[in-house]
């Protein structure tokens, strides 16, 4: 993550919230926990949680899965001390370092990460997708739960509307979509095509 994506989290910490801003916020979270049973019919065991953020996903990971061991990963440390202590003991570790570096070894029964890896260019999403492969046991599964660009131009700018409409009708103040979407000016997402096809030459199999 760009030294300047990290300074601005870091910043912003204090204010940061997802619920009015992602208007689908039950949905999108509860599937990627859902997801999770790709790694794990039976109890799930070691998790790495990219991008942890303030911990959402981690949360709700650990309400899910309560012997799951938790690690928390985040390029701007003063969101890994947040989701620290929002965990609290159900974490068993929180580091704060860049994307870029190498992941912890693992071997890890998933790796989930939610709205986070957009941040990356497509080299370095396609970087980052080899070395959570490579962190996976045999059999585990990695969980992205991403923001995507529309698939063309046209349909990009319908979804932004979209976004602003129903994010202000859940009480978004002009002060945090006008916050959101400077956050969003640091994004170098992808379409879901094209994260699905980094996914492939990563060696994931079971893609979707």
Request: charged share 20%; net charge negative; with cysteine.
């Amino acid at each position: 993550m760009a030294n300047n994506t990290t300074a601005m989290f870091n910043d912003q910490v204090s204010g940061y919230s997802r619920r009015r801003l992602v208007p689908c916020f039950d949905a999108f979270y509860g599937a990627a926990v859902r997801a999770l049973e790709l790694a794990a019919p039976g109890p799930l065991g070691a998790v790495l949680d990219l991008g942890t953020g303030t911990g959402a996903l981690a949360e709700l990971i650990a309400d899910a899965h309560p012997g799951a061991q938790l690690m928390l990963l985040d390029g701007a440390p003063a969101m890994v001390a947040a989701a620290a202590a929002t965990l609290g003991p159900r974490a068993t570790a929180a580091l704060a370092q860049d994307f870029a570096e190498p992941l912890p070894p693992g071997p890890f029964d998933a790796v989930a990460s939610a709205l986070a890896i957009h941040h990356l260019d497509d080299a370095g999403k396609a970087s980052l997708y080899a070395r959570v492969h490579a962190a996976l046991r045999p059999g585990g599964a990695f969980v992205n739960a991403e923001q995507v660009l529309g698939a063309t131009p046209a349909l990009d700018a319908l979804l932004w509307r979209w976004h602003e409409r129903e994010a202000r009708a859940l009480g978004a103040t002009d002060a945090e979509w006008g916050a959101a979407v400077e956050r969003m000016r640091h994004d170098r997402s992808a379409t879901a095509e094209k994260n699905l096809e980094l996914l492939r030459d990563a060696g994931f199999e079971d893609v979707a």
